[in-house]
């Protein structure tokens, strides 16, 4: 199977915080991986280094080298607008945009693509809403105001509206952290549905969630990698005694 | 009961009084302690909703008695008074027309070049300027807003209208000169002094309040934008302006509030000739000038009375923009439940 995104040796600071040690993994496409590890151990730092979100704060640096498809997305003279188009990104708390309607949210990254036919629009806001599972209930209303969904529809959505962008690479940061378990569940079944058309990598503090969706996980730990493999040798046979420790709830 | 009020002693001293009550009364209702703090309540509520309407009693105190005084005007000329454009304190004629055209062009103009200025600098403030910058930047422009309005009219007249005269209006009339807007003699003082010297007034209002605004659109509606790959424009016009409209449009109406009132500065730029004219050029009149300008030499009771009823008009005028205001920040965000108010 192909190596979707690579990360090699990479190293990012906050001013004086060493927040991610020299972490090297392999994401291979159209797979599922999660990153596992306690609070603060630096996996939703490392997770936001993959489409270049640290660019927002001058403070943090980023070493090493980050490839997707064999490319440095860290070179000189590459567009981090361009890379997030590729890799799109789903936020813990969901984010639709208040003052749009459903329909607008979903179309709203696309639009930046430039000028569209409104029918163009339609199949891309129907398409990207039946595939998170969110067509059937919101399909008599979707000029209404987005903030007028639940919290677990309201991610959904934001899924859709990542997934309309046409990325290849979904990063999903602790998406169903703030949601109930049916929302989650439903969730959880869309990413299992995703990856038969992105590469998902997802950061979770959830570890029963990680083992239902992933098949690849890493474990980290005071921001250094102690462990990756398939997800089902990382939680039965672990080869380091930190990962068998964390999953067993000893500690964490 | 018992036990809690035992903990309560041991470990905050300061509720010895109350445990000892509590230990006397325990399983006899506390009626006298209730009744008191009902009552306390009760005073409360009524000292607040006193509080609540006293600012519409003086309101109405004050619509009344401007209307008490402006009687003699309002009896005589009706709403001749509203659509008269003549002004002859000798005559006794009076009509205010040019006074209220003077002062609802001049604001809404300077309304119009304000706004889309005043969001630029606090976008420039908030999301484009390295942070010291922009808090370098943000103080400067509240200290414009703090200066009195007496300065900004000698800086108008003194040098302002000077070089609207030599330079601006020449321009415009060689170049646009066929527009209604810009014919007529460079005089300096005119419509033109008054827009642009509200204009400076205003700018610093807007643009500390739309600041503010910009400041509480939380990070995590930037980054849902930026995640899409928005550049940094598309992400202010996609998610930064968008969550902060209704602010937004609040500290417009704030800023207009202030235009329409404005005396002093306008006084001393629009040239305080009462006359209706397209031409910007031309010098015009507001109604808090007059009011200014005359109120100290009237002397017949028709005249004050007029006096007293453009004030009238400046209040009623300004309760209707508000009104106005409301209606449209409700009509655009009645829609959604996000945003900041």
Redesign the interface.
Known sequence: MNNKVQLDQVNIHFGKTHAVKNVSILFPENSVTAIIGPSGCGKSTLLRSI?R?HD?FPSARVEGRILVDGSDIYDKGVDP??I??RV??V?Q?P??????SIYDNVI??YK?NGRMVKSEADDIVETSLKRVALWEEVKDRLK??A??LSGGQQQRL?IA??IA?KPEVILMDEPASALDPISTLKIEELIEELKERYTIIIVTHNMQQAARVSDYTAFLYMGELVECGETKKIFTTPEQKQTEDYITGRFG | MQQRAETGKDCLPFTTSATDRTEQTVGKPRTVDREKAITGDRIFKWMTTGFAFSILIILGLMLFQMAGESWPALKQFGWQFVTGRDWDAVQGHFGALPYLYGSVVSSVLALLLATPLSIGAAIFITEIAPKRLGSLIAPLVELLAAIPSVIYGLWGVLVMAPWLQSTVEPFLIERFGFLPFFQGAPYGVSMLAAVFILMIMVVPIITSITREVLLAVPQSQKEAAIALGATRWETIMMAVLPYGRSGIMGAAILGLGRAVGETMAVTMVIGNAPQISASLLSPAYTMPSVIANEFAEAVSKLHTAALMEIGLMLLVVTLIINALARLLIWGVTKDSSGGAA
């Open positions: 489409n979100m927002l607008v361009s997030r188009r799109g990104m936020f708390k984010n639709p945009f208040p003052a749009m709203a990254g930046l209404t105001n903030m007028n934001c509206r990542t962008v």
